[in-house]
T-cell receptor
């Protein structure tokens, strides 16, 4: 079946540090890949996406590249801020014939300190 | 509306009580999804509507869970005879696309259900 594996958190970084959150997936076919972010007390927000191999998604300084050869979609940011503290979810979407379903990883909590 | 609206934000239910959770999707969005997010976990698919038709309910954990969307807009997720293991955040999401939702969905803020 389809699944997503993320590195466990929490990840604690100082402000302006480099961030990497690893994500690998298992899927039949070629799913689209997403990173969602969940700030405290809020719903899931789409952070970035990539729909085919070698695509790079980017938003708000975050980047992730769809690597088919390693089935990975690692999230990176060059310089994190305290406001980036949140839970980050890697996800894939695939069409079952009746619906396009999102499958999520377990999430990685990021804590950024001054 | 501008976003997906869910109500109530918080619900505390006594074990055995029935609950109803409401979702107002973005106006005009034909696709609507319900997800369940247990504490410390990622969201898991429950069910999918295309307009008023429930096309996939494979994720509903038991026959105590029931969802409807009678007019193709507002949806209600009902849980009968709640159990402690039903405690979770229930997320609703909508999309303007029927299939191949490569752009993902827009999620609501969720309803946090606590069964005591």
């Amino acid at each position: 079946g389809n699944s997503v594996t993320q590195m466990e958190g929490p990840v604690t970084l100082s402000e302006e540090a480099f961030l990497t959150i690893n994500c690998t997936y298992t899927a039949t076919g070629y799913p689209s890949l997403f990173w969602y972010v969940q700030y405290p007390g809020e719903g899931l927000q789409l952070l970035l996406k990539a729909t085919k191999a070698d695509d790079k998604g980017s938003n708000k300084g975050f980047e992730a590249t769809y690597r088919k050869e390693t089935t990975s979609f690692h999230l990176e940011k060059g310089s994190v801020q305290v406001s980036d503290s949140a839970v980050y979810f890697c996800a894939l979407i695939f069409y079952t014939g009746t619906a396009s379903k999102l499958t999520f990883g377990t999430g990685t909590r990021l804590q950024v300190t001054l | 509306g501008a976003g997906v609206s869910q109500s109530p934000r918080y619900k505390v239910a006594k074990r055995g009580q029935d609950v109803a959770l409401r979702c107002d999707p973005i106006s005009g969005h034909v696709s609507l999804f319900w997800y369940q997010q247990a504490l410390g976990q990622g969201p898991e698919f429950l069910t999918y509507f295309q307009n008023e038709a429930q096309l996939d309910k494979s994720g509903l954990p038991s026959d105590r869970f029931f969802a409807e969307r009678p007019e193709g807009s507002v949806s209600t997720l009902k849980i009968q005879r709640t159990q402690q293991e039903d405690s979770a955040v229930y997320l609703c999401a909508s999309s303007s696309r029927l299939v191949f939702a490569n752009y993902g969905y827009t999620f609501g803020s969720g309803t946090r259900l606590t069964v005591v």
